[in-house]
């Protein structure tokens, strides 16, 4: 079994930071694609932000320069770097990542329990 413990949510004024981490832990060969994903009241769970194993990361056009995705392999950890924050990012934050088990094992697909951002003044 895998499991991603997310932190670092919490209340920030428009044009403030946050960081949120993601440590996937548990029965893991190794994680591919690790991202966050968003969902807002009435709305759809929306990508933020994925970073592969390998290559470049990709961004939802809402955040690109504003926000940094990173990840720690030795750690599998994953990070969001938020600056700037707009009251359209408050949201649930979402930790996703798809694990291998066993070296010859599938690769299964995992969330987190979700962090609040919320961006007011």
């Known amino acids: 079994q895998v499991q991603l413990v997310e932190s670092g949510g919490g209340l920030a004024q428009p044009g403030g930071s946050l960081r949120l981490s993601c440590a996937a832990s548990?029965?893991?060969?190794?994680?591919?694609?690790m991202g966050w994903f968003r969902q807002a009241p009435g709305k759809q769970r929306e990508l933020v932000a994925v970073v592969p194993s390998g290559g470049s990361t990709n961004y939802a056009d809402s955040v690109k320069g504003r926000f940094t995705i990173s990840r720690d392999n030795a750690k599998n950890t994953v990070y969001l770097q938020m600056n700037n924050l707009k009251p359209e990012d408050t949201a649930v934050y979402y930790c996703n990542a798809w694990v291998r088990s066993t070296n010859l094992g599938a690769s299964y697909n995992y969330w987190g329990q979700g962090t609040q951002v919320t961006v007011s003044s």
């Open positions: 548990g029965s893991i060969f190794s994680v591919t694609r």
